[in-house]
T-cell receptor
Framework: TQLLEQSPQFLSIQEGENLTVYCNSS?????LQWYRQEPGEGPVLLVT?????EVKKLKRLTFQFGDARKDSSLHITAAQPGDTGLYLC???????????FGDGTTLTVKP | GAVVSQHPSWVICKSGTSVKIECRSL??????MFWYRQFPKQSLMLMAT?????????EQGVEKDKFLINHASLTLSTLTVTSAHPEDSSFYIC???????????FGPGTRLTVL
């Protein structure tokens, strides 16, 4: 069974601060996705990373896939209250037919 | 991005009744869809993998006779909660996998409350 450990589980910061969320596994994934979910809604895809060492930027969000494709990080610069939500990472292997989700990081950005 | 719809968005039912939830991929075909259950402030718990034209694959501990899944077309999967009880109250989310990118796109979820 593939496991994804996501940390921290909860994070509460002030507006303007930076933060990093980590997603680690002992397994190799074909690709890794990051999602953001607001209460009462389904997760929304933020990014997919495929290549080891890949870095993708989405405005103030920077996503990195580890060289060995076992881990990933999400860095948010100058967090805003609108960034508040549950962030989920998911590792996918084509052969497995399904994705493995981390436990999620609940981020609260206070104005 | 790809769109997945879910219906209904919320439902309240009496204990003992059955509830059907629909999941549709609106702009792509999905041979594989997934059904999740989520408790407040927790991650997604995979219940079953729905494969078009074949039987669903259930995760350990999920009763297949209670949570009936039908994936009759490339754009529609349904989850029926049979003889619902208050402990079945939860947020149910479906996702559809784009076979070209291997990416899952999620529906907006269905809030089930069993009285």
């Amino acid at each position: 069974t593939q496991l994804l450990e996501q940390s921290p589980q909860f994070l509460s910061i002030q507006e303007g601060e930076n933060l990093t969320v980590y997603c680690n596994s002992s397994s190799v994934f074909s690709s890794l996705q990051w999602y953001r979910q607001e209460p009462g809604e389904g997760p929304v895809l933020l990014v997919t990373v495929v290549t080891g060492g890949e870095v993708k930027k989405l405005k103030r969000l920077t996503f990195q896939f580890g060289d060995a494709r076992k881990d990933s990080s999400l860095h948010i610069t100058a967090a805003q209250p609108g960034d508040t939500g549950l962030y989920l990472c998911a590792g996918t292997n084509t052969n497995a037919g399904k994705s493995t989700f981390g436990d999620g990081t609940t981020l609260t950005v206070k104005p | 991005g790809a769109v997945v719809s879910q219906h209904p968005s919320w439902v309240i039912c009496k204990s003992g009744t059955s509830v059907k939830i629909e999941c549709r991929s609106l702009d792509f075909q999905a041979t594989t869809m997934f059904w999740y259950r989520q408790f407040p402030k927790q991650s997604l718990m995979l219940m079953a993998t729905s494969n078009e034209g074949s039987k669903a694959t259930y995760e350990q501990g999920v009763e297949k006779d209670k949570f009936l899944i039908n994936h009759a077309s490339l754009t529609l999967s349904t989850l029926t909660v049979t003889s619902a009880h208050p402990e079945d109250s939860s947020f149910y989310i479906c996702s559809a996998r784009d076979s070209y990118t291997d990416t899952q796109y999620f529906g907006p979820g269905t809030r089930l409350t069993v009285l």
